[in-house]
Each structure stands twice: as C-alpha cells, then as structure tokens.
C-alpha cells in the first residue's frame, strides 16, 4: 500500500467486479444503439479504460476535461471547460462517463449544455456517488458504489494531481493536507 494512504476503502478486486457488472447492465441497456461514450478527465479515465472494454455495443468515444475544484478538496461551484467535445453530439445518445459525484454541480452543468446541444439522450455513469452533499438536484442512472462524505484518492481520483495511479480507493492520512 502506498505510503501516504491510512485505510483502502474499495480494493481493485472489489472495483473491477463493479464495473464488469455495469459494463453488462450498459451492454442490454444499450442493446442495437451506438452511444457517444464521454469521459470526463482527468478522474474519469481509468474508469472509462476498463469500463468500455466491458460495454459489448458498437461505440464512439470522446473526451472533455472541466475543472472544479483546482487543487484544494472542496468544490468551488465554478465549472471551466479545460477541453471541449471533438464531434457533435446532436441526435446522438450519449452516455457520460464520470469519476465521483459529489455536490452534482459539476455534472448538472455538463448534462445542461450537452442538452443544449440537442442530443438525443443523455445517461450518466459514475463510478462513485457521494449523495450526503448533493446540491444540484441530479442523479445518476447507473452507479457503482456509494460513499460516506469523506475525501477519497486513487482509480483516476487525485488529490492536488497526485494518487491517480493507484488501482485501489483510499483515504489520505491527515497530515497529507496540511502540507
Ligand atoms: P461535484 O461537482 O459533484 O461536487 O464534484 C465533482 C468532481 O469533484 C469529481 O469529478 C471529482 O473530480 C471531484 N471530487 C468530488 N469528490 C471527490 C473525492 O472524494 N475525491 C476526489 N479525489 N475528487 C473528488
Ligand atoms: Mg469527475
Ligand atoms: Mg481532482
């Protein structure tokens, strides 16, 4: 285990047994469409790496980056798009892919403007939900695991763009924050 990590909440094994069975919902789900699959960066990226691997559909793949939270743990409410959309999503059933939701402003501006672009559906994915401080009324159509309120790292989540790599969930020990 890595050092500055105090307990793992969620082991790779546990992870990738989740997301087998998403990837097995989103397959039926999806069953004779051809969804516009959207990672949303950076957290997102491993979990979309192993999940469209298990989603046995014809597919395109996108990629937009928007930031939140700069380096700190706390959600400022501002959403910048750090990289938009390459290809349009008019008419098409889109399925987002996302790391964790946690107040739901990241994602409610998202799905706002995806709207706006006039796709035909819209479904979101997350790996992790953190429902106790929703503020944007949103939820997600397909979860893989539900959390307590408590700052998480590792599978794509990072704390001040460190941890990514780590193919298990964790909490940080207290002092890593204080640095
Ligand atoms: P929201 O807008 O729902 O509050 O936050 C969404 C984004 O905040 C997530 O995509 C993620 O980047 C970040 N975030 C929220 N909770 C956590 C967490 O527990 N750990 C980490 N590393 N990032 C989080
Ligand atoms: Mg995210
Ligand atoms: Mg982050």
Redesign the pocket.
């Known amino acids: 285990m890595h050092n500055d990590i105090e307990k793992v909440v969620i082991s790779e094994e546990e992870i990738q047994a989740r997301v087998n069975e998403l990837g097995a919902q989103l397959t039926r789900d999806y069953e004779g469409k051809k969804p516009l699959v959207i990672c949303?960066l950076k957290?997102?990226f491993i979990f979309m790496a192993d999940l469209v691997k298990r989603i046995e559909v014809p597919m395109e793949m996108d990629f937009m980056a928007v930031s939140?939270?700069g380096a700190s743990?706390e959600?400022s409410g501002v959403?910048r798009i750090l990289k938009d959309l390459d290809v349009s999503v008019e008419d098409r059933d889109v399925l987002i892919v996302?790391?964790?939701?946690?107040?739901?402003?990241?994602?409610s501006y998202l799905i706002n403007i995806l709207e706006g672009r006039k796709a035909a559906s819209i479904k979101v994915v997350t790996l992790?939900d953190?429902p106790a401080?929703r503020s944007a009324n949103m939820e997600a159509d397909y979860k893989g695991f539900v959390l307590p309120d408590?700052?998480?790292?590792g599978y794509g989540?990072?704390?001040a763009e460190e941890y990514r790599n780590l193919p298990y969930i964790g909490v940080l020990k207290p002092h890593i924050y204080s640095k």
């Not at 408590?150 to 790292?153: D, T």
């Open positions: 949303v957290g997102a939140s939270y743990t959600s959403v996302e790391d964790i939701i946690d107040t739901g402003l990241t994602l992790f953190k401080r408590e700052f998480i790292v989540l990072d704390y």
